[in-house]
């Protein structure tokens, strides 16, 4: 699916901008037991965001997420991360940490609890794959916050449990959940979503603005 954007929403006598790529953000397994099938489900997962011109977002961090990086940057993807450092030599050292297939890492400086919002807000749509107590708390934040979640199931960890989780949560928001076993069409659910709820609103808020931003007064 290729995503179409209305590119005449620009301020009056202004060249049209080049509208940001969908960020989807990948959140999982940063250790663990984790197979093979899972691994390379996920990497399946990462060459298809790259694949269809998205940017990916990631904690930065090993596991299930790395697997997404390295696929992605295969195929073409932008990729960024969001890391708990405040500095390169600490996501290195102290946390043990992936570089390899990043454009951008982000040092907030928040350690690994405090950066789920930056991480969760930086993205347009979230999927999770596989997940433990860390990722169950951004699934949190994702989900209080409206964000579009997709699941890839047959991942293990919360991913295999999402009906479960929602049905105790009880709670409705305006997140939208998409689950799917295979990468390819969950992206294709998740690409439908955001072009429907979430981009119009995006637009609309781009007319008649100039694209480059307005100084201040």
Do not use: W
Request: some cysteine; overall charge negative; proline content about 5%.
């Amino acid at each position: 699916m290729t995503l179409t954007y209305d590119r005449d929403i620009v301020a009056p006598g202004r060249a049209r901008p080049s509208f940001p790529r969908m960020a989807v953000g990948v959140m999982g397994s940063a250790g663990g037991t984790l197979t093979e099938d899972v691994r390379e489900r996920v990497r399946r997962l990462g060459a298809a965001i790259g694949r269809r011109g998205h940017t990916l977002i990631t904690g930065a961090c090993p596991g299930l997420p790395q697997e997404a990086v390295l696929t992605a940057k295969e195929h073409g993807g932008c990729v960024v991360g969001i890391s708990p450092a405040h500095s390169v030599e600490e996501h290195v050292v102290k946390y043990r940490s992936p570089i390899r297939g990043y454009d951008v890492i982000i040092y907030t400086g928040n350690g690994l609890m405090g950066r789920e919002i930056e991480n969760i807000r930086s993205c347009d749509v979230v999927i999770f794959a596989g997940g433990r107590s860390g990722t169950l708390g951004e699934f949190a934040i994702a989900y209080e916050e409206g964000k579009i979640i997709g699941v890839l199931q047959s991942t293990g960890g919360i991913a295999d449990h999402m009906d479960e989780i929602l049905a105790i949560v009880n709670k409705k928001t305006d997140a939208v959940v998409c689950s799917n076993a295979d990468p390819d069409s969950l992206m294709t659910q998740l690409e439908l979503a955001y072009e429907t709820r979430v981009l119009p609103a995006r637009l609309l808020a781009l007319r008649g603005r100039c694209p480059d931003g307005e100084l201040d007064p």
